[in-house]
């Protein structure tokens, strides 16, 4: 068996395979591939936040066009390669980006999902111990489709778990019609791999959000989105019901490690719950609920919040990503180093010790560990 201490293993770490870029060059709505008169590279389109300047490019050839370039980083196994070995990853764990096939009619989401999922498969297969991949379920197909996607992708040997964004069946993660999709998730024991999309609604960011670029949703809607359906989840008692659910949070929680505390004082003083019996005393708060199903990313760039994770969570649940393709350097190659890889694995090292026993679990032993990458 190989010696697992110093593996690095990236967790995060996306892919848009070639049959989902061709639907997206398909769309005219987002998510979309489109090239423009005023840049001939193709570029991918995804938030909300990028609907106005989509709309201010197509009717004015001189206006800058909105998204970003489609390198061949988010569909090539070669380059996802390659970027692990610039980048000193030892084995990655594959996910189909966002918005995966949420926009997708229900009839078609099944098919997609599968070809999907069986893609990656094969991909892993032929690099063999340095992939693995989190498959995608086709949520808005009918709830039969999507029960035997799960058993589908169970099955699919280099598979780990599945990839889920914020929305579930339509009405976010706390609907009651989720459950026995958790519970059948928790029988397969494929952890969630809880990603956000959506971010929070345009007009938080102000009349003068186009100045900011990505910065305001990315850094702050993402991370708000993920926060409030895991709070949600934990005020309708998912949980509880489903003790077995395992979910490992992009971004390191959002920003639930550090309003953790903020959530339990005013569960317990909010007058009605306490009254209605809704706060028992024997109930387990969300510290615990934190610390017993849930697992964090390490994608938080900084020692405070590496620090404010692994003490919410548990230094043994922390897990190193790099979140490419996304976040390419800007100004130098994006054939060489990339800073946003380099510089979340120096906020392991400076935060817990380089090459101390906890920075080798983060960066590689925990993920080994949790998600059986040991195991053939
Ligand atoms: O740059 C972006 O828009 C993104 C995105 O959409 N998804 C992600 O995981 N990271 C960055």
Redesign the pocket.
């Known amino acids: 068996m190989a010696d697992n201490t110093n593996r690095v293993v990236d967790i995060h770490t996306?892919m848009y395979p070639p049959v989902y870029v061709k639907m997206l060059e398909g769309r005219t709505t987002i998510p979309l591939v489109r090239k423009f008169v005023q840049d001939p590279e193709p570029r991918l389109i995804?938030?909300a936040s990028e609907l106005e300047a989509l709309d201010n490019a197509l009717k004015d050839p001189t206006a800058k066009p909105p998204g970003?370039p489609l390198t061949s980083h988010y569909a090539s196994v070669d380059q996802k390669l390659h970027f692990m070995k610039t980048n000193r990853i030892d084995v990655s764990v594959v996910s189909l980006?966002?918005p995966w096939l949420d926009f997708l009619e229900s009839s078609e989401a099944g098919g997609i999902a599968k070809e999907i999922n069986e893609g990656f498969s094969t991909m892993c297969e032929e690099h063999c111990g340095k992939l693995y991949f989190f498959a995608t379920l086709p949520l808005t197909a009918p709830l039969d489709v999507l029960k035997q996607s799960i058993q589908d992708v169970k099955n699919l040997k280099h598979c780990r778990g599945v990839i889920l964004g914020t929305s579930g069946l339509g009405k976010g993660l706390d609907d009651p019609n989720l459950l026995p999709i958790f519970q059948e998730l928790a029988d397969a024991e494929l952890i969630i791999f809880l990603?956000p999309?959506y971010g929070l609604p345009n007009e938080v960011y102000g009349p003068r959000a186009e100045e900011y670029g990505?910065v305001l949703?990315?850094a702050l809607g993402?991370p708000m989105e993920t926060t409030i359906a895991v709070a949600r989840m934990y005020m309708a008692g998912v949980f509880d019901q489903v003790r077995g659910l395992r979910m490992l949070l992009?971004h390191s929680g959002g920003t639930l490690p550090f309003l953790a505390g903020r959530i339990e004082s005013c569960i317990l003083h909010d007058g009605d719950l306490v009254r209605n019996g809704k706060v028992p005393k024997d109930r387990r708060t969300v510290w615990d609920v934190l610390k017993e199903q849930i697992y964090l990313d390490a994608v938080i760039y900084s020692q405070v919040g590496l620090r404010a994770a692994a003490e919410t969570s548990g230094a043994d649940r922390l897990m190193y990503g790099t979140?490419h393709p996304?976040?390419p350097p800007i100004e130098s190659d994006i054939q060489g180093e990339w800073h946003s890889a380099i510089f979340n694995a120096d906020a392991v090292d400076s935060t817990f010790g380089k090459e101390s026993d906890v920075a080798r679990a983060v960066m590689g032993g925990n993920a080994i560990r949790v998600l059986r990458l040991d195991e053939e």
């Open positions: 996306h995804l938030l970003r980006a966002n990603h999309h990505h949703p990315l993402f992009a979140d996304f976040f």
